[in-house]
């Protein structure tokens, strides 16, 4: 069917203006959380199948060191083997009956359910992470210690910035030198500033009983936390290359048995804990994720669990950490790859900058693995947004920035939508050889302006001569003032009973909340 076409720009700049400021509902907005990716597949299948077959025969041969004594009991009682030299081996039959247990189309939620991440299938979800020990202003170019009012803060960017869905602790709240205070205030500040799903870690198993009380009075009871988690433990269950973390471990178990998610992290760093070519660099993670998976359901059987192969990049040259390299980007897709292979929910770090500083570097960093990661279908795609200096700095304006960056990989992401009306050529017909030969002011145009495209909300689009009469306006500064902007309200998500009944039963320290 022709859409007729409209004599005039309906309403003209103000009115399209006007239309792009309404909010969206989120099924047609041009982007959302959940968006399909695994356009781009950096391995074939003979090359999974290879590496697979490595991984199980590294688990097999290799095997894993230190083992405290609960591991060893759980692995030895499913059928793993513990050595004469003290490692523990996988034969593959038993990795084989474990992948087969493992959980799958799973669903991490949000305190709010509009935030729930189904995490299936290639569904791409974008949000924080990298526990910084730095935050970063990026008008003097000063690293300071982070605060938990600056993990508060963050977590309050993430509640109002819809391209970042969810939030992994980003930063150390180095101020507490007692590790039960830095993990109790952590989960606090991080609840207290947004409903979106959370990712904590936890220092000792010591230390988990109480910050799981304390998510039984946020959720209401034990049993609303158990039918919706809204957190999940990260946990570096393995020292690589194949030694198991001791405290991590135990960590682990306790959160299993708590009913929390776990992210199972391997984080090796290719040419210094993981070998430097990156086929192995990828055998390396997945074996190490796969005697993860053997671990997690020989305790419990299908508990929600995420393959979470993060391996990174060294230079070479100095041995330094390079998260922001194509070499980091390519790590990422071929292990979203893998996560696929065994249809498994699978998380990996991408948008890492090893710039110091929100600048052209940054964006060229956190571009590229973003889109890569995006298009190769990975579903949690951490440190997305805000991370520089190679994990050690997090900055408040570059995570706003973020949100715009996001938006346009999504976008990518999302790619062409090819159906029957877009490839008419009635439209063309109707513009050209009937009405005024550009598409402006076409209803077909005017219907799509904010479904099909995505606009920046602190990017630049203007002209010379307008930014000029605009007065120059620089990107990190409207950063800082939306930054503000959003800080300078209340966005307190704890109703005063609840924080009042929280801060008097676990002695939490106070936050400014505007």
Known sequence: MTETPTRRRSGGRAARTAARAQKLHADIRPVRPGLPGGQYRPLSDADALRIHEAALSALEQ??????????????????????????????????????????????????????????????????????????????????????????YDAARLVQALDNVHFLQRPVVCREFTDNAELDLHTLYAACAGTTKHIGTSFTEAANVPACIEMLHEIAGGEAAWRERPF????????????????????????????????????????GATAPAPIATAVVQAVAECLAGVVYVNALAPGHTAIFGTWPFVSDLRTGAMSGGSGEQALLTAACAQMHQFYGLPGGAAAGIADSKLPDMQAGWEQAISNVMAGLSGLNMIYEAAGMHA???????????????????????????????????????????????????????????????????ELADRSSPKEWVEKGQPMLLDRARRRKEEILGRDGHMFAPDLEARLRDKFALRPLRRE
Do not use: W
């Open 62 to 151: 290799i095997g894993f060191a230190k083992a405290p004594p609960s591991a060893v009991g759980i692995l030895t009682g499913a059928g793993a083997d513990m050595g004469p030299d003290g490692r523990i081996r996988f034969p593959r039959a038993l990795v084989e009956d474990m992948l087969v247990k493992a959980s799958r189309g799973i669903t991490l939620h949000g305190r709010d359910p509009a935030y729930d991440l189904h995490l299936e299938g290639t569904n791409t979800h974008y949000g924080t992470a990298g526990a910084a020990v730095h935050m970063v202003d990026p008008f003097t170019g000063s690293y300071r210690d982070p605060e938990m009012q600056d993990l």
């Open 231 to 270: 957190v999940s433990n990260s946990n570096c269950f393995v020292v690589p290359p194949f030694t198991f973390a001791e405290e991590s471990c135990e960590v682990m178990e306790t959160c299993i048995r708590a009913g929390m998610p776990v992210l199972l992290l391997s984080a090796g760093q290719a």
């Open 390 to 456: 190679s994990l050690m700095g997090f900055c408040l304006e570059s995570l706003v920035l973020g949100n715009d960056l996001l938006g346009q990989v999504q976008r990518c992401v999302r790619g062409v939508d090819v159906r029957d009306e877009y490839v008419s050529i009635d439209v063309m017909k109707s513009v050209i050889l009937d009405g005024p030969g550009h598409y402006l002011g076409h209803a077909q145009t005017l219907r799509l302006m904010q479904t099909e495209y995505i606009y920046p």
